[in-house]
């Protein structure tokens, strides 16, 4: 990518990232987990930010697809309750209707739930106009003040890189993280690990997601390739469709290749500080909480039995269509990029 960058050259952002490090690793993940036995969930820290988060976090996307409002509140009021403090969304997730709700059950209360939230959150344009217009939209939308954490959305073509600094995007996040309207700033992406790395060069992120699961292990692995660049740099990773990018259940688990334990122990198991779950109903809330409440790693033999299950039916991609099509990316992303 050459000169495109915001603060330093990759080799410099490396060497200082390599400081803040020693809170990444799987071992020190796992030694600086928290939890109360019976209760909460357990907590890792997200990369050098020095704050906590649970394990499991509450997918944006599957809260604003529940079709009964008040049963979506309901389910974040109680998620929050069996310790997820994590929360994503972002500016596009059904037309801006998922922050909509989300803000909704958080302000409720005199605004209780927010205090007890780490709220994330997209934003999907490239240039410093859009970015500026969809942040305070979010705002408005999630009834906040400010957003714990900001990512660059749908960073999955190989120009986006070039694009967030050239069309002014990422000075425009910096400066509303200046203003104090952003905490933290990272990037998410399902495409490839190369475009990952890419974007890696451009600044000094706090966070980034990915896709976590296990037939990632054997095809364009983010896992083999970016977790770790992310943990020299102290960056927190982020893991998504760790189900191979289903809805509720998951193409994996559908196809019978593993189950949501396994998926989820999988995802865990690797250097990640939180992964988010998509959540529509109670039943599904309170299975993946005592998988993450009773989270053991996945390893050897239990492992390699896993592995060998999956290795057949992963290494072509076709759990994983997000990596090799388009037709998994946002409508927003798209035309963005001039396809209908």
């Known amino acids: 990518m050459g000169g495109v960058t915001v603060d330093g050259t ?15 690793g799987l071992g020190s993940l796992l030694e600086a987990q928290e939890q109360r036995p019976g209760e909460g969930l357990p907590t890792r820290p997200l990369g050098r930010t020095g704050v906590r988060v649970s394990i499991l976090c509450l997918g944006g996307w599957h809260i604003g697809d529940i079709r009964d409002k008040k ?13 997820i403090n994590f929360f994503d969304n972002c500016w596009d997730y059904h037309d801006g209707g998922s922050e909509e ?10 605004g209780k739930w927010r205090r007890r939230c780490f709220l994330m959150t997209k934003v999907c344009a490239r240039d410093a106009k859009g970015v500026r217009t969809q942040v305070e939209q979010s705002l408005r939308r999630l009834r906040t003040d400010v957003i714990d954490l900001l990512q660059m959305h749908e960073i999955n073509w190989d120009n986006d890189p070039e ?6 995007g990422l ?18 992406g399902h495409k490839s690990p190369h475009i990952h790395l890419k974007m890696l060069t451009v600044h000094r992120w ?3 997601q990915m896709p976590i699961n296990v037939c990632d292990h054997f095809y364009r692995s983010f896992v083999h390739e970016v977790i770790p660049a992310a943990r020299q740099a102290g960056i927190g990773v982020i893991g998504m469709k760790t189900l191979g990018g289903g809805r509720t259940e998951g193409k994996i688990v559908a196809a019978g290749v593993a189950t949501v334990e396994e998926c989820l122990r999988y995802a865990l198991s690797q250097e990640v500080a939180s992964v988010v779950s998509g959540i529509t109903s109670m039943d599904i809330l309170r299975k993946n909480v005592a998988i993450a409440r009773n989270f053991h790693p996945l390893v050897g033999e239990e492992l390699q039995r896993l592995l060998a299950r999956v290795k057949p039916h992963a290494g072509d991609g076709r759990h994983e269509r997000f990596k ?4 998994f990316d946002g409508p927003y992303h798209r035309k963005q990029h001039g396809f209908e």
């Open 163 to 168: 694009w967030v600094v050239e069309q002014g």
């Open 171 to 188: 000075a425009e996040l910096l400066q509303l993280q200046k203003e104090g309207k952003v905490r933290f700033v990272g990037f998410t």
């Open 71 to 83: 049963e979506a509140i309901r389910i974040m009021h109680a998620a929050l309750d069996e310790g």
């Open 206 to 208: 706090d966070t980034v």
């Open 324 to 327: 090799s099509t388009i037709d």
């Open 101 to 110: 709700v989300m803000g909704e059950a958080l302000a409720a209360d005199n």
């Open 10 to 24: 990759r080799r410099e952002f490396l060497q200082e990232g390599l400081g803040a490090a020693a809170v990444l």
